[in-house]
Nanobody
């Protein structure tokens, strides 16, 4: 069982940067596939980025086109924490941001919300124009 807690969301001006953190509890978290999603007002949950564990020795990072080149996902397995570095923020990035995790190795990148079985409670990011 894994519990996820996001932090770092706040109000930021357009063009600014922000780093979100997601602290995980539980053992063997380094073997989990992890990801970030967001849900804006009146919108469906949207995939942003993931790090998929490809069997025991490899990992693959995927990004949504909407954030590629602006957002960077990373993880620190010594701290059981994943991060989302967000640069050049836009008002349309305003949303509740969620981290997610799933156990087990995969043969290809995990990008669908239904493929994750652990979720955090979310953290609000608001980008002002």
């Amino acid at each position: 069982q894994v519990q996820l807690v996001e932090s770092g969301g706040r109000l930021v001006q357009a063009g600014g940067s922000l780093t979100l953190s997601c602290a995980a509890s539980g053992s063997n978290f380094s073997t989990y596939t992890v990801g970030w999603f967001r849900q804006g007002p009146g919108k469906e949950r949207e995939f942003l980025s993931s790090i998929t564990r490809i069997y025991q020795i490899a990992a693959r990072a995927d990004y949504a086109d909407s954030v590629k080149g602006r957002f960077t996902i990373s993880r620190d397995n010594t701290k059981n924490t994943i991060y989302l570095q967000m640069n050049r923020l836009k008002p349309e990035d305003t949303a509740v941001y969620y981290c997610a995790a799933r156990s087990g190795f995969r043969s290809s990148g995990v990008t669908l919300a239904d493929e994750f079985n652990y979720w955090g409670q979310g953290t609000q990011v608001t980008v002002s124009a």
